[in-house]
Structures are given as C-alpha cells and as structure tokens.
C-alpha cells in the first residue's frame, strides 16, 4: 500500500482544449492511478483498525498488494470456505492492527501478546510471550495488549477467531 503521511487530498483540474474536465490517470511507481483512487489510497492509508472496523477496513489497510491480503484473495477465489481461510483472515486482521509491525523474535525485550480463549463460552483472556515459545502461530501475535481490546469489543473480528478456533 502506498503511505502518503503529509498528503490529505490530492485534488487536480484537467481540461482538454475545449475547456471540459476530463480524467486523467497519474503514473507512481509504474502503476496509473485516477485522482478517485489515489484519494481513496489517501483515505485508507491514514485511517487505524478500530473497534468499529470491519474485516473489508482491514483489507483496505493493508492494500491489495499486501503478501497476507493476496494469501487471502488466493483462498477466496478458490472458494476454500475452511479453517484455512479464517486463519488467514486472523493473520490480516493482526497484521492491520499491529500497523504491518514485523514482530522482533530475537529481541527478548519485545513482548508479544496473543489472545487465550476460554472455549466453554468462547470468551477471551490475556498472554504474554516471555519466550521464544509460543502456544499460538507467530502470525496471531500482537505488538501490544491494547490490540486484543479493540478483537474483544468487535463482534466481527470476534466471529474470525472464533471460526478458526472452533
């Protein structure tokens, strides 16, 4: 995904000669854009997964070209509706709320939190790594424990976890 932290808009008027506005693509890295969609990759860039995300916010967060969004698409087109394709919902959806952070699993001094779920009524508690072991896939770790409240408080991101675990 593109990140522009300073541009809050791109708005530009082009006329052909008989003075009638017309679209115009623009080329950034060797991908046309039209000024809609760099606006709506201006959007998305800028915006945080929150407690009132949804899944497609997430998609959105991390941009087509994210490696764990085309893991996603390839499962959807192949209409694989299993654990498989929940697990890699839950893996876009930490990747989005820990900001695309690749987690340090060298450095001991950067805890790793993943949710610990009480399956009787499927409902959450807290963990935090202070090891190299893990009991949960490195790709469902998140960089804080503040992340785990926003999973907690969405029913959405709520109903991933749960299909991939149950």
Known sequence: MLKFPLIKRIIVYLYNKNNKLMEQKIEINGKKFSISELNELIANSQKEIT????????LNYLGASDKEVIEYNKLV????????????????LVRALNQKHELDWNNK????????????????????????????????CFKNSKLIDVVKNNKEFIEIFKNYML
Not at 77 to 92: D, E, R
Not at 117 to 126: S, T, V
Request: hydrophobic share 40%.
């Open 51 to 58: 407690e009132k995300s949804t899944f497609q916010d997430v």
């Open 77 to 92: 087109n192949a209409n694989i509706t299993s654990k498989a394709l929940y697990f890699q919902m839950a893996v876009c």
């Open 109 to 140: 001094n950067e805890y790793k939190y993943y949710i610990w779920w009480y399956m009787n009524e499927f409902h959450f508690g807290l963990s935090r790594l202070y090891s190299e072991v893990s009991h949960v896939p490195a790709a469902l």
